[in-house]
């Protein structure tokens, strides 16, 4: 037994950002307590400067990169990275909710209480070197997203919503948890590294086939978590149920957390058995384009609509996990990063049309914005034509980077089916555009709420940045590769 | 030999529970046969010499979560559901995907077992690591495993603060 | 009907083709049957299958950190279990049944 077991202050610097974000929330939860009313907007100020400082300490850590607390926690580019990425994605999360909070009536302490616990659980996710330290930080992402998706309580489709993310979640849990335990014990370890190690040294050929099913079971685990086919059928009740802007907060951060755990496991640990499992991430990539967007074509609710893209987005990074190569995981980091921007700035816009109690969420409620309200439907555009992968906006390099890392991996064909897929995405973004932009608005003109300045910010910050690395990708390539570092 | 023997009784115990548990269709009844298939997976941890797991298994398992389920089963007065309709209408799908899968762990156990147990590392503290006493995986839980035993507390604290909150009465 | 096989220890793959079968029965009970509340007991199953196999695999190793991640998994398992049932509270206010079928306003 170790003499001493404290953890070093150098650990305590690596670890800081999750420090940070726990005692706010702890804080936060006691501040709600003893506030009086009307100083409760104070709290989400209190949130926000959280999350900035934890974002501080998570680039400041980088200063010092390596493991921590036994190699349970590794700080690598990679994990910088993502990092940043998530408590980003939480930081216009908040920004975009608390306009939403307020018209709904509902009680905004808990939920940024559940917000930090959240990003802290993805911080995890993605600095964790070890199996059991991964399910714990998904465990505390999903619970803290659960109780997110069922925010308003009385509510029957938030609680439905809740139910179906819990159940098929905790389901998916079960088929990780089951995959763990066969690699301890095929291994011996659950340290990543060590897996490696043992998987690339050691005579494996006669428990192949054991290895191969442990894969695959956390292959199901994965991939209900990231929402790829064939396990994506939660996805769409759970994001048209749940509020609109929890909905763009678990389609951006969690999901970007789900998949940078994805590559770690499977492209570190998992590598010595690469061509067992990548047929089934090539085939589970197809097949999530195919179905996302061929379903997304005949949805008539936007929300439902963003899902199914949603399910399709994940395909596309399946395609750049199928590659596993420094080039597929680097475009994998620019796709995660540009689609978390996009989807928030689109759900910004659905946060502010669908009005009181989320009543108009039809396609043809949008009709005639662009006389209404041509900020946000120019900004709708930009995001739309994002998402579409229209040259000039972030979605186009997304789709480049990872088409060319595809190429490189010789998946001709996975690039050429990708390719068409997203040409049938096209048709229902640009449908929503023609709603737009051609039709008379019908009787749905009452609903002319003021965006409020937070929400403004979010729509407008995210549509600069989409174009700014559609026009510049570089500032964003040059960051993702010189990040694609995986510590072993 | 008793060793064997007991494993048969936790064995029936775990696997009859388990059975009766989904198929019962009173929700109690399902309850109570879940608590006999843990007592049996609790007494496979002795037979393992995990101690306490199995004190864990009995207390927070069956003194906490069990106990938990059936509070929620009668505080939701469940009589009328016991009455309806009990499979969902998919189930010849689900029967056909279990049997498959099933069959598939089968197999591919059958086939694969022997390549088991290959890297015997011993990598926590050497000989004689199947005691599972209680102090050992108290040495190893306070200090390789400190990290996730103290973030597990975050954990928790996440759900007490979600269902308080999901479960509070309505204020206005 | 053929004896039952005795040795003096039961072999691990026992336990593991136990476990495999526990969670089989999780895994069915979870996709047919209607009882919200049942479904949740399965999931239960399927976790009490994985922590089975990870003391299996530790008394096969000799080590004890298959203890410590099933320590872990139940400690989840609880918190689970706390939010799942405030998450079927509210189901149950909102839509005063449990059949998983008839929840199923969402969709296009």
């Known amino acids: 037994m170790p003499a001493s077991f404290m953890p070093s202050a150098q650990e305590m610097m690596r670890f800081l950002p999750e420090t940070l974000l726990t005692l706010a929330g702890v804080f936060l939860m006691v501040l709600e307590a003893i506030m009086a009313p009307e100083n409760k907007g104070r709290l989400k100020a209190f949130a926000l400067f959280a999350l900035a400082a934890a974002l501080a300490a998570a680039v400041i850590a980088y200063n010092d990169p390596g493991p921590a607390f036994n190699r349970l926690l590794i700080i690598d580019g990679f994990a910088t990275f993502f990092r940043v990425l998530v408590i980003g994605v939480a930081i216009l999360a908040v920004l975009g909710s608390s306009q939403y909070l307020a018209r709904e009536g509902a009680n905004p302490g808990e939920y940024w209480a559940l917000v930090l616990f959240s990003v802290v659980g993805q911080s995890l996710m993605v600095t964790s070197n070890e199996l059991i330290m991964i399910f714990i930080g998904l465990e505390i992402s999903s619970i803290a997203s659960y109780v997110l998706a069922g925010y308003l309580r009385d509510d029957a489709r938030n609680s439905e919503s809740a139910l179906k993310y819990f159940l098929l979640g905790s389901f998916a849990t079960g088929f990780l948890l089951y995959g763990v335990a066969w690699i301890y014990g095929l291994t011996g370890t659950t340290d990543l590294s060590q897996i490696r190690a043992d998987l690339a040294n050691r005579d494996i050929s006669n428990s192949m086939m054991m290895i191969g099913a442990a894969c695959a079971l956390m292959f199901v685990g994965f991939a209900f978590k990231v929402s790829a086919a064939p396990f994506q059928v939660w996805a ?53 384009m195919i179905v996302g967007n061929f379903a997304a074509l005949r949805q008539t609710n936007v929300k439902r609509l963003m899902a199914y893209s949603s399910i399709a987005h994940a395909g596309y990074v399946m395609v750049a996990v199928a590659t596993h190569s420094k080039l597929g995981i680097e475009a994998a980091m620019f796709y995660l990063a540009a689609y978390a921007l996009t989807n928030l700035g689109a759900f910004a816009v659905i946060t502010c049309l669908v009005g009181k109690g989320e009543r108009f969420v039809e396609i043809k409620d ?123 | ?127 004689g690591g199947s005691d599972g006493n209680v102090e050992r995986l108290a040495d190893l839980l306070f200090s390789e495993y400190l990290l996730p035993f103290e973030i597990v507390s975050i954990l928790l604290l996440a759900a007490i603060v979600g269902s308080v909150f999901l479960a509070r009465r309505r204020t206005s | 009907m053929p004896p039952l096989p005795i040795p003096e220890h039961p072999p691990v793959a026992w336990y593991l083709i136990l476990s495999a079968i526990l969670f089989g029965l999780g895994v069915a009970g979870f ?78």
């Open chain 3, 31 to 108: 996709l047919f049957r209607r009882n919200i509340i049942t479904v949740f007991m399965s999931i239960e199953l399927m976790l009490n299958a994985v922590n089975l196999s990870f003391i299996a695999f530790s008394y096969q190793l000799k080590q004890v950190s298959g203890h410590i991640f099933t320590f872990f998994v139940m400690v989840v398992a609880a918190a689970e279990a706390a939010v799942g049932l405030a998450i079927i509270l509210t189901i149950y206010k909102n839509k005063s049944t449990l059949e998983v079928d008839e929840i199923n306003s969402l969709n296009n």
């Open chain 1, 366 to 488: 949008l009709a005639g914005l662009g006389a209404r309200q041509p900020l946000s439907a120019a900004m709708l555009t930009i995001f739309l034509l994002s998402l579409i992968g229209v040259p000039l906006t972030g979605g186009f390099f997304g789709k480049f980077y990872i088409f060319k890392a595809a190429l490189d991996a010789r998946l001709i064909w996975l690039t050429v089916l990708g390719l068409l897929n997203s040409a049938v995405a096209a048709y229902y973004y640009l449908r929503i555009l023609v709603v737009m932009y051609m039709e008379e608005p019908g009787d749905t003109v009452e609903n002319t709420q003021e965006m409020g300045g937070a929400l403004k910010f979010v729509l407008v910050g995210s549509a600069v940045a989409t174009l700014v690395i559609g026009t510049f990708p570089s500032l964003l390539l040059d960051v993702a590769s010189r990040y694609a570092v995986l510590g072993r």
């Open chain 1, 236 to 288: 769409p009740d759970v994001y048209q149920g749940a509020p609109s802007p929890v909905a763009a907060f678990l389609s951006s951060g969690p999901k970007a957390a789900a998949f940078a755990m994805f590559l770690r496991v499977f492209v570190t640990a998992f590598e010595p058995v690469a061509d067992r499992w990548e047929p089934i991430v090539w085939a589970s990539a197809l097949v999530t």
């Open chain 2, 1 to 127: 030999m008793i060793d064997t023997a007991l494993f048969y009784v936790f064995a029936l115990m775990t696997l009859g529970g388990g059975i009766l548990c989904i198929t019962r269709r009173n929700a109690v009844h399902a309850a109570i046969w879940l608590i006999a298939s843990l007592m049996g997976v609790a007494g496979l941890f002795l037979l393992q010499r995990a101690e306490f797991l199995f004190a864990v298994q009995i207390v927070l398992y069956i003194g906490g979560i069990m106990v938990l389920f059936l509070f929620v089963i009668m505080l939701i007065n469940l009589d009328t559901a016991a009455a309806e309709r009990q499979y969902s209408g998919q189930w010849k799908l689900a029967l056909g995907a279990v049997v498959l899968a099933g069959g598939e762990i089968a197999w591919v156990m059958a086939r694969g077992l022997p390549g088991l147990g290959a890297a015997a590392a011993v990598q926590d503290g050497g000989e």
